[in-house]
């Protein structure tokens, strides 16, 4: 991996994914997005927002191939920047998935696609993905999941690393229920994120620069993966009721 490449040790803005992905950070790449989108059925012009977007290529496939009136946030400014270069004319903007810059009720559609799992506070994170939507607006989200045992940062990973944000099925299908959701569509996935591996391995070599960016012992992350058996998950929710804070939590 050339020097420089993981600046400041963030593997998201690194380029190691993207390198490995074809342009797309996240196993299953547009195919799994299409699979969804398929499933939802967006009519033509519908409001999307995808959070955690990236360079921008899944809002260009969104408005591209579907017609949706597609729009990107990500926290990473250098991320935002990078994609704007890319093509100038896709509506990216900086702004943190837990403070979305929309009035209530206005998107259709929210895409999170391996990032939830990195978020610090992911009831807050669903609490305004519920107030972007409208009633009946969809939530789509793709993601690595436990399906052993929760990794927590008790065992010294990140906080904000993927591994250490996963949750079970169980917790994540409690999490969707309780901040106004009905869960639609839960598929396992986990061969994609197999594949992914694969590809990460033929473009460098080993995993090693992977757990370089993570800024993380390798073992600590051998570790969490042998204990939590990670997989990838495909969920589509619908969004039922309002929700307000002060509803049961985790």
């Known amino acids: 991996m050339p020097a420089g490449e993981c600046t400041g040790g963030r593997l998201y803005e690194s380029g190691v994914l993207e390198k490995a992905a074809g342009g797309v950070m996240r196993p299953g790449g ?128 990140p906080p904000t690393s993927c591994l250490a944000g996963m949750r079970t099925q169980e917790q994540l299908v409690r999490l969707v229920e309780e901040t106004g959701f009905s869960i639609e569509v839960w598929e396992d996935h986990t061969p994609k994120l197999s594949e992914f591996v694969i590809r990460m391995i033929m473009e460098h070599g080993s995993m090693q620069p992977f757990w370089e960016c993570e800024k993380s012992d390798s073992r600590l992350i051998q570790g969490a993966i042998k204990e939590s058996k990670p997989g990838y998950f495909l969920l589509i929710a619908r969004k039922t009721q309002e929700f307000a804070e002060g509803n049961s939590h985790e």
């Open 30 to 157: 547009l195919e799994l997005t299409a699979r969804a989108l398929d499933y939802c059925a967006f009519a033509a012009g519908a409001n999307l927002v995808d959070v955690g977007c990236g360079a921008g290529v899944t809002v260009e496939f969104l408005r591209e191939a579907y017609g949706l009136n597609a729009m990107g946030v990500d926290s990473s400014a250098v991320i935002v920047e990078r994609g704007l270069r890319r093509n100038p004319q896709i509506p990216l903007r900086q702004a943190s998935g837990e403070r979305l810059p929309f009035a209530a009720g206005a998107m259709d559609g929210v895409v999170v696609e391996c990032v939830l799992s990195a978020m610090a506070d992911k009831r807050e994170a669903m609490a305004e993905f519920n107030r972007v939507l409208g009633p009946g607006g969809r939530l789509i989200v793709t993601d690595l999941y436990a399906r052993r045992a929760a990794v927590t940062g008790e065992i010294g990973l």
